[in-house]
Each structure stands twice: as structure tokens, then as C-alpha cells.
């Protein structure tokens, strides 16, 4: 009922690297899929526990992007994964997968904030810039919302903007500079006006370059 205390997630923001990982997939549709993409995406290695397939999921295997046991859950089907997702229309399963899973395996069930470790936010991403949109799974919807609002305060500009900025960072830190001018340099380049002008970036990573080149010149 409205105004009862809600469990609150201990909710803990990071991003996880998955390149490589083993993750599992319980559940075959459409939720599923959407899930086993985002997992893709990460770099991870995914394995698919259902005993049918969407017919977008059947693409990913036929291009053997995933792994696909066919056949119904079972507990030992977790043994090496890192994350684990129920993602099936089932919920006695999905609570199966929960209570299966170990202490060192992050867990996320769809359809249930409770037996969730973790839940996914809303996501947008340009390039390196990632903007993740979360309400501690009390609305998903919402976060979507929100999600969709930024899309145009963050257009695409931003993608070739971080590859630069990530480029600038590395000449900065690598140069013959003191400190506070380093930072001062990483500070000045974060000014909507480089975003909005590649002449900028461009005359400003000249001029990194041209001072290692006179002070490798000094040296001799």
C-alpha cells in the first residue's frame, strides 16, 4: 500500500567488465534476447539455458555468438558463470535460478526486484561516454523516460568528442608538463567549445605535440 517502507536495494554503482566472463541466460524469448545483447555487447561469453529459441535468439547461435544448451534448467547449469540472468516466463523457474545460484554469482531475475542482486538501468551510450539511468528497480519505466530525455542533449557529436578527449588524455599524461598543468590542460578541453569545433581538437593536440617535440629537443 502507498506509504509502506520499501526494502531498498544496498545498491552499489559500477561498471562491470564482462569481456570474457562467463554469463548464463535462463530463458529463450524475447526478454531473454534483449538481455543475452546487452551481454554481447559487454564482450562476455554467454551461454543459453532453454528449451526453445526466439527466432532472433536461433540467429545468434547459428552465428555462434552464444552457446545454447537445449534443455530445461538445471542448478549445475550455473557452475561457471559469473553473472546469471532468469529471464524466462516461468516464475517457480526464475526463482529456482535464484536459489541455485552461489554467493560469488551476481544474479538478476526479470520479474523480481527481491531476488535480484543487480538490475540493469537504462542505458545510452556514445562512443566512450556511457550514461546509465537508474531507480533501484522501483521503475523501470521511468528510467527509460529519463533515458530518452538526455538522447538529444547528448547527440552523436559526443562519440567523436570522447575519442578525442581520450587521445588528449593520454599525450597530456605522457608529457614533459608539472602536474597542475597537466590537470589544468584535461580541465580547458572539457569546454563545450571543443566539442563543437574539430579545428580545436586538432590545434590542441598540435600543440601537445609540438611541446614534447621542442622539450625532446632541449634534452639533446
Known sequence: MIG??????????????MK?????????GT???RKTLGLLQAGADVTVISPVLHSK????FLNDQIMWKNKV???????????????????YVNELVASSAGNHQLVNVVDSR?????????????????????????????????????VEKYDDSYKA?????????????????DEQTKLRLLKVITDETYRQSHNMQQA????????????????I
Open 57 to 60: 535468439m536461433e540467429v545468434l
Open 161 to 177: 568528442y570522447l575519442d578525442f578527449l581520450a587521445l588528449a588524455r593520454d599525450q597530456v599524461k605522457n608529457a614533459s608538463i
Open 4 to 17: 509502506k517502507k520499501v526494502n531498498k536495494m544496498g545498491a552499489y554503482p559500477m561498471m562491470l567488465n
Open 73 to 91: 534448467f538445471e542448478p549445475r547449469d550455473l557452475q561457471l558463470a559469473i553473472v546469471v540472468i532468469a529471464a524466462t516466463n516461468q516464475p
Open 114 to 150: 527481491s531476488l535480484s542482486d543487480f538490475h540493469i538501468p537504462a542505458k545510452l551510450e556514445r562512443g566512450h561516454l556511457t550514461i546509465t539511468v537508474a531507480t533501484n528497480g522501483a521503475s523501470p519505466t521511468l528510467a527509460r523516460v529519463i533515458r530518452d530525455e538526455l
Open 20 to 28: 570474457n566472463k562467463a554469463a548464463v541466460v535462463v530463458g529463450g
Open 204 to 219: 590542441f593536440l598540435e600543440m601537445i605535440d609540438d611541446f614534447e617535440k621542442k622539450s625532446h629537443h632541449q634534452l
Open 31 to 33: 526478454i531473454a534476447y
